[in-house]
């Protein structure tokens, strides 16, 4: 039973930059054909999807966000990571990782709310 939980600060300064990591279990994120996901959910927003790596390593970003996002792995630890850049209050919100097959999530972490504030 895959399992993920994000890990991070709770708290962010404006202009810094964000890390999440999201510990995954009981499935390595390199088996085909999974895409290892963040998500995020800002007050009174829908849900926004972030960017994905793949199986394979190959990364693919919100068009909206992409200049702003990094997504790696670290295969060692079967751990994947966001770092998003020149964060802002609009970047406040819960932010999710997600296992993706066939352009939908069937497994999500909790969630950890992230506030970004001077």
């Known amino acids: 039973q895959v399992q993920l939980q994000e890990s991070g600060p709770g708290l962010v300064k404006p202009w810094q930059t964000l890390s999440l990591t999201c510990i995954v279990s009981g499935e390595s994120i390199w088996t085909y054909p999974y895409y290892w996901s963040w998500i995020r959910q800002s007050p009174g927003k829908e849900l926004e999807w972030i960017g994905s790596?793949?199986?394979?390593?190959?990364?693919v970003y919100s068009p909206f966000l992409k200049s702003q996002i990094s997504i790696s792995r670290d295969t060692s630890k079967n751990q994947f990571t966001l770092q998003l850049r020149s964060v802002t209050p609009r970047d406040t919100g819960v932010y999710y990782c997600?296992?993706?097959?066939?352009?939908?999530?069937?497994?999500w972490g909790q969630g950890t709310q992230v506030a970004v504030s001077s």
């Open positions: 997600a296992r993706a097959w066939d352009y939908h999530f069937d497994s």
């Open positions: 790596i793949a199986h394979s390593g190959s990364t």
